[in-house]
């Protein structure tokens, strides 16, 4: 093959299922290309978790395609073309990605690669719906997701892309220096990150392994068990899926397989429920783009947060007070990932009984969790505060104490938590009712060993329901 195709890798780091490898694969020698572009990206910019996933998945992807992926940090409008001209390519394959900063870049990248005669192929290697197929009959988008997952399901799932790596893949020449991945400066300067290896291994047959343990450990249980921390019954995929180092379909298709080989097929669509969820905010944010700025719902536009850096500070340090919402932050940063219900708990705390702006939480967890996903991150704290799409009743408030008894938290707490380990569980979830003698034999001091309550959750939840009958 003398013609030479360059690959655009981004949020599709996998040789399995990728559908712009494959195209590229069949039509002669390929040019593998990741560019870190913090250009264009703005306020969108992948935040230090983030960047140490990227890290190490790039070293995944690169060892799998022989060291010959070709790595670079720059405005891809200005270096895709110039890999074109030097490498002698005539075409170009991507998968599409749908951040709005995104969308705008690569119209732009491929009307100027057209000009200069160019044949510029995108391909869906990142959603089971692209957002312009999953709609009303009248041609809009969801706002609610009951409506949007039923008419996904009446749409299908195309697993015409599920097929092993090209059979036949013929790479150009790479001549960048063996160091070429920890040239692009990815891993923070303080090493906080070193838990972040006990739990997850980036690349795609990381991802492999953890959709593996989780079919085989996990998914018997998961509409369950999915609710309780100390449990191991998520998937964890979050981060795979997000920077594309396994496919959606592949994930639904091999759960959907699991459940009917072990009849938990219950479980199993409540599994891929999850999955639809994740589609949802893909497809508010095409349709809404401005949802990381704007309140989906204009009348929170006048709510009263409160803006208190030390409110702040103490909520992403863990030190609340409240022991469920502490071990999620610490979870947090520890691991680069928090339990879904915990994040639920911790959000709502935040913005209701702290009355600290939803964006605030946003900004944090975004350079903190591995799984950072512009859509998934907005959408979900849109939804915690009330303002988002389907965020009804919008008024909830989740009190984290009763959270941390119906879901047995205690072994969760203790674990991240702990300075309360020596607390008997039922009094681990509230150690400020606890009574004297049992805080003097676990070794705690109120005040100095761990916090006392930051705020009272009855005073907070109020003045947080009368914030809202302000709203018109």
């Given at each position: ?278 589609e949802f905010s893909y497809s508010l944010l095409y349709h809404f783009p401005t949802l990381t700025e704007d309140n989906m719902n204009s ?50 705390f935040l913005v209701k009984n702290l009355m600290q702006h939803w964006q605030q939480g946003a900004k944090w967890f975004w350079d903190c ?104």
């Open positions: 093959m003398s013609n030479t195709i360059l690959v655009w890798f981004r949020q599709d780091l996998r040789l399995r299922d990728n559908p712009a490898l494959h195209a590229a694969a069949s039509k002669g020698t390929v040019l593998p290309v990741y560019i870190l572009d913090d250009v264009h990206a703005g306020d969108a910019a992948m935040g230090a978790a983030s960047r140490w996933w990227l890290h190490h998945s790039l070293q995944s992807l690169d060892k799998s395609l022989g060291g010959k992926l070709q790595v670079f940090a720059g405005d891809p409008l200005q270096l895709i073309p110039r890999l074109m001209a030097e490498s002698g390519a005539d075409a170009i394959h991507w998968n599409r990605c749908y951040e709005p900063w995104q969308i705008k870049r690569d119209g732009e990248l491929k009307q100027r690669l057209k000009e200069d005669g160019a044949e510029v192929f995108s391909h869906n290697g990142l959603l089971i719906w692209e957002p312009w197929t999953n709609l009303k009959k009248d041609e809009t988008p969801y706002k609610v997701f009951t409506p949007f997952y039923r008419n996904g399901l009446s749409l299908g799932v195309d697993n015409s892309q599920l097929c092993d790596m090209p059979a036949e893949l013929h790479l150009a020449d790479c001549k960048q220096s063996p160091d070429k991945i920890d040239a692009l400066e990815l891993l923070p300067s303080i090493p906080w990150y070193e838990g972040f290896t006990e739990h997850f291994t980036p690349g795609e047959s990381g991802a492999e392994q953890k959709l593996d343990k989780f079919l085989c450990d996990g998914i018997a249980d998961y509409k369950q068990g999915r609710d309780y921390p100390a449990m191991e019954k998520v998937s964890r995929l979050s981060p795979h899926l997000h920077f594309g180092e396994i496919s959606p379909q592949r994930v639904w298709q091999q759960a959907h397989e699991a459940g009917m080989h072990s009849s938990v097929e219950t479980q199993a669509e409540h599994f891929q429920r999850e999955l639809a969820w994740r009348r929170f536009d006048s709510f009263p947060w409160m803006e208190d850096a030390a409110l702040l500070n103490i909520w992403q340090k863990g030190e609340t007070g409240y022991p469920l919402v502490d071990a999620g932050m610490r979870e947090l940063w520890t691991t680069g990932y928090m339990h879904n219900r915990v994040r639920m708990v911790v959000g709502s969790l591995l799984d950072a996903d512009l859509a998934n991150n907005t959408c979900s704290w849109q939804w915690v505060a009330g303002c988002g799409a389907d965020a009804a009743p919008y008024f909830r408030i989740f009190n984290p104490l009763t959270q941390s008894e119906k879901f047995e938290a205690a072994a969760y707490i203790k674990r991240y938590v702990p300075e309360l380990a020596k607390l008997p569980d039922k009094l681990v979830h509230n150690p400020s009712n606890a009574p004297q003698q049992e805080l003097e034999a676990a070794g705690i001091r109120l005040g100095k060993d761990y916090p006392e309550p930051v705020v009272d959750l009855k005073e907070s939840r109020e003045r947080a329901l009368a914030a809202y009958k302000t709203l018109n």
